[in-house]
Protein backbone atom coordinates (compact mmCIF):
# COMPACT_ATOMS: atom_id res chain seq x y z
CA UNK A 1 0.00 0.00 0.00
CA UNK A 2 2.71 2.19 0.91
CA UNK A 3 4.75 1.44 -1.74
CA UNK A 4 1.89 2.21 -4.28
CA UNK A 5 1.49 5.52 -2.60
CA UNK A 6 5.44 6.21 -2.99
CA UNK A 7 4.92 5.32 -6.30
CA UNK A 8 2.27 7.42 -7.27
CA UNK A 9 3.10 10.31 -5.54
CA UNK A 10 3.43 12.81 -8.50
CA UNK A 11 0.32 11.48 -10.33
CA UNK A 12 -1.43 12.34 -6.58
CA UNK A 13 -0.05 16.21 -6.51
CA UNK A 14 -0.54 16.69 -9.50
CA UNK A 15 -4.26 15.44 -9.56
CA UNK A 16 -4.86 17.92 -6.77
CA UNK A 17 -3.10 20.15 -8.52
CA UNK A 18 -4.92 20.43 -11.68
CA UNK A 19 -7.84 19.80 -9.66
CA UNK A 20 -7.54 22.92 -7.65
CA UNK A 21 -6.54 25.03 -11.10
CA UNK A 22 -9.39 23.96 -12.76
CA UNK A 23 -11.75 24.57 -9.42
CA UNK A 24 -10.51 28.24 -10.13
CA UNK A 25 -11.16 28.40 -14.25
CA UNK A 26 -14.73 27.29 -13.36
CA UNK A 27 -15.58 29.62 -10.50
CA UNK A 28 -13.99 32.51 -13.07
CA UNK A 29 -15.72 31.39 -16.21
CA UNK A 30 -18.49 28.96 -14.83
CA UNK A 31 -21.09 32.01 -14.48
CA UNK A 32 -20.21 33.34 -17.64
CA UNK A 33 -20.90 30.42 -19.68
CA UNK A 34 -24.32 30.34 -17.64
CA UNK A 35 -24.61 33.96 -18.78
CA UNK A 36 -24.29 32.64 -22.37
CA UNK A 37 -26.96 30.25 -22.19
CA UNK A 38 -29.17 32.59 -21.04
CA UNK A 39 -28.28 35.46 -23.05
CA UNK A 40 -28.81 32.98 -26.28
CA UNK A 41 -32.85 33.17 -25.38
CA UNK A 42 -33.28 36.80 -23.97
CA UNK A 43 -30.75 38.02 -26.76
CA UNK A 44 -33.60 37.10 -29.25
CA UNK A 45 -36.60 38.39 -27.71
CA UNK A 46 -36.52 41.49 -29.47
CA UNK A 47 -35.71 39.75 -32.54
CA UNK A 48 -39.07 37.60 -31.98
CA UNK A 49 -41.72 39.75 -30.65
CA UNK A 50 -41.79 43.58 -32.50
CA UNK A 51 -40.83 46.17 -30.10
CA UNK A 52 -39.84 43.95 -27.43
CA UNK A 53 -37.11 45.35 -24.69
CA UNK A 54 -34.42 42.71 -23.86
CA UNK A 55 -34.23 43.17 -20.10
CA UNK A 56 -37.84 43.72 -19.67
CA UNK A 57 -38.66 40.28 -20.30
CA UNK A 58 -39.81 38.19 -17.77
CA UNK A 59 -39.32 34.48 -17.38
CA UNK A 60 -42.83 32.86 -16.33
CA UNK A 61 -43.94 29.13 -15.79
CA UNK A 62 -46.78 28.19 -17.23
CA UNK A 63 -48.81 24.48 -17.28
CA UNK A 64 -48.49 23.18 -20.48
CA UNK A 65 -49.11 19.81 -21.56
CA UNK A 66 -49.31 18.76 -17.76
CA UNK A 67 -46.13 20.08 -17.30
CA UNK A 68 -44.47 23.14 -15.85
CA UNK A 69 -42.87 24.81 -18.61
CA UNK A 70 -41.01 28.23 -18.86
CA UNK A 71 -42.43 30.57 -21.35
CA UNK A 72 -41.20 34.12 -21.88
CA UNK A 73 -43.25 37.28 -21.61
CA UNK A 74 -42.41 40.42 -23.84
CA UNK A 75 -42.45 43.63 -22.98
CA UNK A 76 -42.29 46.93 -24.70
CA UNK A 77 -40.20 50.27 -23.48
CA UNK A 78 -43.54 51.58 -21.76
CA UNK A 79 -43.76 48.36 -20.18
CA UNK A 80 -46.91 47.00 -22.34
CA UNK A 81 -47.12 43.70 -22.81
CA UNK A 82 -46.51 42.86 -26.76
CA UNK A 83 -46.20 39.27 -27.24
CA UNK A 84 -44.73 35.83 -25.87
CA UNK A 85 -41.40 33.74 -26.82
CA UNK A 86 -41.86 29.94 -26.30
CA UNK A 87 -39.58 27.37 -26.46
CA UNK A 88 -40.17 23.87 -28.10
CA UNK A 89 -38.12 20.88 -29.03
CA UNK A 90 -39.18 17.66 -31.18
CA UNK A 91 -37.33 15.50 -33.42
CA UNK A 92 -35.80 16.55 -36.37
CA UNK A 93 -33.93 14.81 -39.52
CA UNK A 94 -31.38 14.06 -37.38
CA UNK A 95 -31.38 15.10 -33.67
CA UNK A 96 -33.73 17.00 -31.92
CA UNK A 97 -34.33 20.58 -33.42
CA UNK A 98 -34.75 23.12 -30.38
CA UNK A 99 -37.00 26.55 -31.30
CA UNK A 100 -37.87 29.67 -30.02
CA UNK A 101 -41.16 30.72 -31.36
CA UNK A 102 -42.44 34.55 -31.15
CA UNK A 103 -45.95 34.86 -31.23
CA UNK A 104 -48.25 37.88 -30.26
CA UNK A 105 -49.91 38.67 -26.90
CA UNK A 106 -53.27 36.52 -27.88
CA UNK A 107 -51.21 34.35 -29.01
CA UNK A 108 -53.01 34.29 -32.34
CA UNK A 109 -49.93 35.35 -34.98
CA UNK A 110 -46.31 34.05 -35.31
CA UNK A 111 -44.23 36.88 -34.67
CA UNK A 112 -40.91 35.44 -35.39
CA UNK A 113 -38.83 31.67 -35.63
CA UNK A 114 -35.12 31.09 -33.77
CA UNK A 115 -33.64 27.91 -34.14
CA UNK A 116 -31.44 27.17 -30.74
CA UNK A 117 -30.14 23.38 -31.52
CA UNK A 118 -30.29 20.90 -34.12
CA UNK A 119 -27.89 19.19 -36.06
CA UNK A 120 -29.19 18.54 -39.15
CA UNK A 121 -27.32 18.09 -42.38
CA UNK A 122 -24.99 20.60 -43.01
CA UNK A 123 -25.65 22.66 -46.29
CA UNK A 124 -29.42 21.39 -46.46
CA UNK A 125 -31.23 20.62 -43.51
CA UNK A 126 -29.23 23.14 -41.21
CA UNK A 127 -30.84 26.01 -43.51
CA UNK A 128 -33.78 25.97 -41.42
CA UNK A 129 -31.40 28.37 -39.47
CA UNK A 130 -31.35 30.96 -41.86
CA UNK A 131 -33.63 33.73 -42.07
CA UNK A 132 -34.75 33.17 -45.43
CA UNK A 133 -36.94 30.18 -44.06
CA UNK A 134 -37.30 31.06 -40.54
CA UNK A 135 -39.30 34.27 -41.98
CA UNK A 136 -41.45 32.26 -43.75
CA UNK A 137 -43.12 31.76 -40.34
CA UNK A 138 -43.56 35.48 -39.75
CA UNK A 139 -46.91 36.59 -39.50
CA UNK A 140 -48.47 33.40 -39.90
CA UNK A 141 -51.93 32.82 -38.16
CA UNK A 142 -52.24 30.20 -35.75
CA UNK A 143 -55.94 29.42 -35.71
CA UNK A 144 -54.79 26.54 -38.66
CA UNK A 145 -52.28 24.14 -38.15
CA UNK A 146 -49.39 25.24 -40.81
CA UNK A 147 -48.74 22.87 -43.69
CA UNK A 148 -44.93 22.24 -45.44
CA UNK A 149 -45.58 22.67 -49.52
CA UNK A 150 -43.17 22.34 -52.26
CA UNK A 151 -44.56 25.19 -54.63
CA UNK A 152 -44.96 28.92 -53.44
CA UNK A 153 -47.16 29.11 -50.79
CA UNK A 154 -51.36 30.06 -51.73
CA UNK A 155 -52.78 29.78 -48.64
CA UNK A 156 -51.80 31.73 -45.37
CA UNK A 157 -51.35 28.21 -43.55
CA UNK A 158 -48.69 27.25 -46.04
CA UNK A 159 -44.44 27.16 -45.14
CA UNK A 160 -42.59 26.77 -48.38
CA UNK A 161 -40.41 23.78 -47.96
CA UNK A 162 -36.24 24.23 -48.54
CA UNK A 163 -35.80 22.19 -51.51
CA UNK A 164 -33.45 19.14 -50.39
CA UNK A 165 -34.53 19.17 -46.97
CA UNK A 166 -38.22 18.46 -46.77
CA UNK A 167 -37.99 16.44 -43.94
CA UNK A 168 -36.62 19.00 -41.85
CA UNK A 169 -38.96 21.91 -42.91
CA UNK A 170 -41.47 19.23 -42.10
CA UNK A 171 -39.89 18.61 -38.64
CA UNK A 172 -39.81 22.52 -37.85
CA UNK A 173 -43.50 22.97 -38.72
CA UNK A 174 -44.49 20.20 -36.81
CA UNK A 175 -43.06 21.37 -33.57
CA UNK A 176 -44.08 24.84 -34.49
CA UNK A 177 -47.25 23.71 -34.71
CA UNK A 178 -47.75 21.47 -31.40
CA UNK A 179 -45.97 23.91 -29.31
CA UNK A 180 -48.18 26.68 -30.18
CA UNK A 181 -51.40 24.83 -29.84
CA UNK A 182 -50.33 23.49 -26.37
CA UNK A 183 -49.05 27.11 -25.46
CA UNK A 184 -52.43 28.41 -26.71
CA UNK A 185 -54.41 25.88 -24.18
CA UNK A 186 -52.51 27.34 -21.84
CA UNK A 187 -52.68 30.81 -22.14
CA UNK A 188 -55.46 32.19 -19.81
CA UNK A 189 -58.61 33.09 -21.44
CA UNK A 190 -58.30 36.90 -23.05
CA UNK A 191 -54.54 36.59 -23.65
CA UNK A 192 -51.57 38.08 -22.35
CA UNK A 193 -54.06 40.43 -19.56
CA UNK B 1 21.26 14.46 -22.07
CA UNK B 2 22.01 17.89 -23.70
CA UNK B 3 23.74 17.09 -26.94
CA UNK B 4 21.30 13.62 -28.19
CA UNK B 5 17.82 14.71 -29.40
CA UNK B 6 16.94 17.96 -32.30
CA UNK B 7 17.78 20.80 -31.34
CA UNK B 8 14.66 23.47 -30.59
CA UNK B 9 14.87 24.99 -33.86
CA UNK B 10 15.00 21.36 -35.65
CA UNK B 11 11.66 20.14 -33.39
CA UNK B 12 9.88 23.46 -35.04
CA UNK B 13 10.49 22.91 -38.67
CA UNK B 14 9.90 19.54 -38.48
CA UNK B 15 6.15 19.98 -37.21
CA UNK B 16 5.22 22.03 -39.84
CA UNK B 17 6.39 20.30 -43.27
CA UNK B 18 8.83 17.25 -42.98
CA UNK B 19 6.87 15.69 -40.06
CA UNK B 20 3.49 17.47 -40.00
CA UNK B 21 1.41 15.44 -37.71
CA UNK B 22 -1.83 14.90 -40.41
CA UNK B 23 0.23 14.31 -43.70
CA UNK B 24 3.27 12.49 -42.35
CA UNK B 25 2.67 11.42 -38.95
CA UNK B 26 -1.73 10.46 -39.45
CA UNK B 27 -2.10 11.35 -36.39
CA UNK B 28 -5.24 13.41 -35.46
CA UNK B 29 -7.17 12.34 -37.82
CA UNK B 30 -10.88 12.70 -36.08
CA UNK B 31 -10.66 16.57 -35.66
CA UNK B 32 -9.23 16.24 -38.87
CA UNK B 33 -11.80 14.83 -40.62
CA UNK B 34 -15.03 16.22 -38.29
CA UNK B 35 -14.51 20.36 -37.64
CA UNK B 36 -12.88 20.77 -40.93
CA UNK B 37 -16.06 21.95 -43.06
CA UNK B 38 -15.09 25.50 -42.83
CA UNK B 39 -12.13 27.70 -41.59
CA UNK B 40 -13.39 29.04 -38.53
CA UNK B 41 -14.14 25.95 -37.14
CA UNK B 42 -10.83 24.54 -38.27
CA UNK B 43 -8.65 27.70 -37.13
CA UNK B 44 -10.56 27.70 -33.30
CA UNK B 45 -9.68 23.87 -33.28
CA UNK B 46 -5.93 24.55 -34.25
CA UNK B 47 -5.82 27.33 -31.39
CA UNK B 48 -7.06 24.66 -28.99
CA UNK B 49 -4.97 22.43 -29.91
CA UNK B 50 -1.66 24.93 -29.92
CA UNK B 51 -2.67 25.53 -26.33
CA UNK B 52 -3.10 22.22 -24.83
CA UNK B 53 0.19 20.81 -26.79
CA UNK B 54 2.26 23.86 -25.60
CA UNK B 55 0.53 23.69 -21.77
CA UNK B 56 1.07 19.39 -22.03
CA UNK B 57 4.36 19.92 -23.44
CA UNK B 58 6.06 22.08 -21.02
CA UNK B 59 4.60 20.67 -17.66
CA UNK B 60 5.90 17.22 -19.27
CA UNK B 61 9.19 18.38 -19.93
CA UNK B 62 9.57 20.57 -16.77
CA UNK B 63 8.76 17.11 -14.60
CA UNK B 64 10.50 14.86 -16.71
CA UNK B 65 13.05 13.61 -14.62
CA UNK B 66 10.27 12.53 -11.77
CA UNK B 67 8.49 10.55 -14.34
CA UNK B 68 8.53 6.56 -13.62
CA UNK B 69 8.56 4.60 -16.98
CA UNK B 70 4.33 2.59 -16.24
CA UNK B 71 3.11 5.66 -14.67
CA UNK B 72 3.98 8.56 -17.39
CA UNK B 73 0.93 8.00 -19.56
CA UNK B 74 -1.24 8.62 -16.74
CA UNK B 75 0.75 11.48 -15.91
CA UNK B 76 0.22 12.54 -19.55
CA UNK B 77 -3.53 12.19 -19.85
CA UNK B 78 -3.55 13.93 -16.61
CA UNK B 79 -1.78 16.96 -17.91
CA UNK B 80 -3.46 16.98 -21.05
CA UNK B 81 -6.77 16.96 -20.06
CA UNK B 82 -6.46 20.00 -17.38
CA UNK B 83 -5.19 22.06 -20.05
CA UNK B 84 -7.95 20.14 -22.57
CA UNK B 85 -10.65 21.19 -19.61
CA UNK B 86 -9.50 24.64 -19.54
CA UNK B 87 -9.47 25.45 -23.30
CA UNK B 88 -13.22 24.15 -23.43
CA UNK B 89 -14.50 26.46 -20.69
CA UNK B 90 -12.45 29.01 -22.53
CA UNK B 91 -14.45 28.83 -25.93
CA UNK B 92 -18.30 28.03 -23.86
CA UNK B 93 -17.67 31.33 -22.11
CA UNK B 94 -15.76 33.78 -24.56
CA UNK B 95 -16.44 31.74 -28.02
CA UNK B 96 -20.14 30.48 -27.50
CA UNK B 97 -21.94 29.92 -30.50
CA UNK B 98 -18.38 28.30 -32.22
CA UNK B 99 -17.92 26.15 -28.78
CA UNK B 100 -21.67 25.29 -29.75
CA UNK B 101 -20.36 24.15 -33.40
CA UNK B 102 -17.65 22.07 -32.12
CA UNK B 103 -19.39 20.19 -29.97
CA UNK B 104 -17.92 17.77 -28.23
CA UNK B 105 -14.29 18.16 -30.53
CA UNK B 106 -12.65 20.51 -28.06
CA UNK B 107 -13.22 18.14 -25.11
CA UNK B 108 -11.86 15.41 -27.67
CA UNK B 109 -8.52 16.44 -27.78
CA UNK B 110 -7.76 14.87 -24.50
CA UNK B 111 -7.68 11.63 -26.92
CA UNK B 112 -6.02 13.49 -29.79
CA UNK B 113 -3.09 11.41 -30.70
CA UNK B 114 -0.97 14.16 -31.26
CA UNK B 115 -0.31 15.48 -28.09
CA UNK B 116 0.41 12.25 -26.16
CA UNK B 117 3.06 11.61 -29.37
CA UNK B 118 4.69 14.88 -28.56
CA UNK B 119 4.74 14.02 -24.59
CA UNK B 120 6.42 10.63 -25.35
CA UNK B 121 8.25 11.70 -28.37
CA UNK B 122 9.93 15.18 -27.50
CA UNK B 123 8.75 16.47 -24.21
CA UNK B 124 9.40 13.77 -21.95
CA UNK B 125 12.87 13.45 -23.31
CA UNK B 126 13.90 17.24 -23.85
CA UNK B 127 13.70 20.56 -21.96
CA UNK B 128 11.63 22.84 -21.73
CA UNK B 129 12.85 25.12 -24.54
CA UNK B 130 12.89 22.38 -27.57
CA UNK B 131 9.29 21.28 -25.94
CA UNK B 132 8.02 24.67 -26.50
CA UNK B 133 9.73 24.77 -30.03
CA UNK B 134 8.36 20.90 -30.87
CA UNK B 135 4.50 21.96 -29.63
CA UNK B 136 4.52 25.23 -31.33
CA UNK B 137 5.98 23.41 -34.67
CA UNK B 138 3.93 20.61 -34.87
CA UNK B 139 0.44 22.69 -33.94
CA UNK B 140 1.40 25.22 -37.09
CA UNK B 141 1.87 21.80 -39.30
CA UNK B 142 -1.65 20.72 -37.81
CA UNK B 143 -3.32 24.21 -38.23
CA UNK B 144 -1.92 24.17 -42.15
CA UNK B 145 -3.57 20.65 -42.31
CA UNK B 146 -6.83 21.70 -41.96
CA UNK B 147 -6.55 24.72 -43.01
CA UNK B 148 -5.81 23.20 -46.39
CA UNK B 149 -8.32 20.60 -46.27
CA UNK B 150 -10.74 23.35 -44.96
CA UNK B 151 -10.60 25.52 -47.75
CA UNK B 152 -11.47 22.91 -50.15
CA UNK B 153 -14.41 21.92 -48.48
CA UNK B 154 -15.77 25.36 -47.72
CA UNK B 155 -14.96 27.01 -51.04
CA UNK B 156 -16.42 24.01 -52.65
CA UNK B 157 -19.26 23.08 -50.23
CA UNK B 158 -20.17 26.20 -49.09
CA UNK B 159 -19.08 28.80 -51.93
CA UNK B 160 -17.54 30.73 -48.81
CA UNK B 161 -13.73 31.27 -47.11
CA UNK B 162 -13.67 32.17 -43.46
CA UNK B 163 -17.62 32.62 -44.23
CA UNK B 164 -16.95 35.37 -46.84
CA UNK B 165 -19.22 34.68 -49.32
CA UNK B 166 -16.68 34.22 -52.71
CA UNK B 167 -19.83 35.70 -54.86
CA UNK B 168 -20.97 31.93 -56.49
CA UNK B 169 -22.82 30.71 -53.16
CA UNK B 170 -25.80 29.87 -55.32
CA UNK B 171 -24.20 28.37 -58.26
CA UNK B 172 -22.23 25.98 -55.94
CA UNK B 173 -25.25 25.08 -54.17
CA UNK B 174 -27.99 24.20 -56.59
CA UNK B 175 -26.38 23.49 -59.80
CA UNK B 176 -23.33 21.08 -59.13
CA UNK B 177 -24.38 19.86 -56.03
CA UNK B 178 -20.99 20.11 -54.24
CA UNK B 179 -22.47 20.15 -50.95
CA UNK B 180 -20.98 16.72 -50.88
CA UNK B 181 -18.14 18.12 -49.97
CA UNK B 182 -19.60 19.97 -46.45
CA UNK B 183 -20.95 16.97 -45.76
CA UNK B 184 -18.51 14.35 -44.09
CA UNK B 185 -18.06 12.15 -47.17
CA UNK B 186 -16.40 15.46 -48.06
CA UNK B 187 -13.34 15.27 -45.79
CA UNK B 188 -12.62 11.73 -46.55
CA UNK B 189 -11.99 12.92 -50.34
CA UNK B 190 -10.39 15.83 -49.65
CA UNK B 191 -8.18 14.22 -47.22
CA UNK B 192 -7.42 11.47 -49.38
CA UNK B 193 -6.48 13.42 -52.45
CA UNK B 194 -4.26 15.87 -50.57
CA UNK B 195 -2.79 13.21 -48.75
CA UNK B 196 -2.12 11.42 -52.22
CA UNK B 197 -0.67 14.50 -53.42
CA UNK B 198 1.59 15.41 -50.14
CA UNK B 199 2.88 11.92 -50.98
CA UNK B 200 3.78 11.78 -54.54
CA UNK B 201 5.36 15.35 -54.12
CA UNK B 202 7.44 13.30 -51.45
CA UNK B 203 8.13 10.45 -53.30
CA UNK B 204 9.06 12.92 -56.46
CA UNK B 205 11.44 15.11 -54.62
CA UNK B 206 13.33 11.54 -53.38
CA UNK B 207 14.11 10.43 -56.98
CA UNK B 208 15.10 13.25 -57.54
CA UNK B 209 18.21 13.33 -54.57
CA UNK B 210 18.24 9.48 -54.53
CA UNK B 211 20.76 10.07 -51.17
CA UNK B 212 18.18 11.86 -49.49
Known sequence: MVRYLVQAWLVLLLALGFGAALAAVQSRLGPRIEQNKRDETYDQVPRLVAGAVKERTRELKLKIGGEERAVYKAFDGAGRHVGWVIKAAGQGFADVIELLIGLDRRGETITGLYVLENKETPALGNKIVEPAFRGRFRGKPTARPLKVTKKPPRADNEILAISGATVSSESVTRIVNAAVAEFKRALPAGGGH | ?212
Open chain 2, 1 to 212: MAKDGPTPLERFIQGILPENPVYRQLLGMCPTLAVTGNMKAAMTMSGAVLFVLLGANLMVSLIRGLLKPHLRILVFTLTIAAFVTVADKFIAAYMWEMSKELGPYVPLIIVNCIIICRCEVCASKQGPVAAAADAVGQSLGFALALASIATVREVLGSGTWFGIDLGWRAAAYDNYKLVLMALPPGAFITLGLLLGGANWMASARRRRRPQA
